[in-house]
């Protein structure tokens, strides 16, 4: 019986202590939300809504993904920008023949070559129209065909040239590429001279925005280097990134300069855009979109139309624009329950996942969607500590107090040994 006891009581304090370690777990992070998916394992992704972005840091480092059981996920974040890359491979030509009316010219990129997908041939010529091929292997024996129906072309006219000398393949890591360029039939009476080949990796990426309504704020009136201007300051709702305005204008025609700047700090605007808004009155489209020179982390910006003597613009709704951040993750084990994402912390360090580096080779399969709710306070947040002289505030007077006093005290002690110094001289050449 007093075993049994025992073995109960230890088994208490053990999920007692589990307890007290999962609350301290997540006692630094004042904010969670729900991540819900389908329950079943692999890879997920869901966009980092608004509310997460203006809670959470800049960088978004301080963002943890936890399961039922308390397990950390590991994540990697995926900024929806587009992506135009291009990377040259280093490459050697050789074996430039003709064959037949073609010319063929071999490439090597290589041991242990780097992924490609592109290859730039040049020509002589100037008006032509040729058909090439594109073969790769890895031994230079074996070729596999990775294009066949690909086309150069240049032309010139009235002082003016245009060429498209580039052919994409399927992505590969061949150390030989074989490459073959046709006479053009109509132009050409001999092979192509070949006289340059260079191999690229190029990715294209699409991006993604993340778009919300933001209030359109009563416009002020103001001047602009001596010209009648309007002013519109916009609250973003939060300090969240922003790289773009889109403006509903009701005005049938218009020609305006304009300029957009961050003022979160009035003292030092950061001018963000500036050029002009356009309309002739035949256009139906009412959108003007204003893209920023630079993505900014900003909650208010600001506006400025000069009007000249215009009427001000009326502008109906305004939209702000930034590329999405994406969460993706991989789910271990399945899930009954939602995960939670905690957010908020300042300070914490940033977690530098593994999982981060496998990004590219994990968005080669779909994720499946998951979804994330709104934000809620964690209850097990336990604010950092404020510094002791702000929790006691009254012990700086204090002290200042305590220290007054020591020096007044030793001043008037000074004061004192002074004034009995200079008495003693006197005291004494009257008793001679």
Known sequence: MKYHRSLLLILALFVSALVVFAQDQFSAWPYFAEVSTNG???LYKFTVPLHVLGQAREDLGDLRLFDANNHEIPYAINVRKDIEEQNEAGASVFNEVSVGSATEATIDLGENPAEHNQVQIETAGTDFRRRVTVEGSDSGTGWRTLRSDAVIVAFASEGQSAESNRVTYPTSRYRYLRVRVNSDELYDDHPPDVTGLKVFMTVHQKGELATWDVNVPVYQLLRNQGAYASSWLIDLGARVPCDRLSLNISDQSFYRPFQVESVDDPQNPQLLASGNLSRRANDRDKMQVITFDHEAYARKIRLQITDYSNPVLSIETIQASAPAREIVFDLKQPQTVPLRLYFGNAKVDAPHYDFEKELSSALKSMPQQSSVSGSNRNPAYVPEPLPFTERVP?????VLAASSAALGWILW????????????????GNRG
Do not use: C, F
Request: glycine share 4%; charged share 20%; proline share 4%.
């Open 40 to 42: 079943n394992q692999g």
């Open 394 to 398: 009254w012990l700086i007077y204090l």
């Open 413 to 428: 002690s000074l004061t004192r040994k002074a004034m009995k110094l200079e008495t003693e001289p006197a005291s004494t």
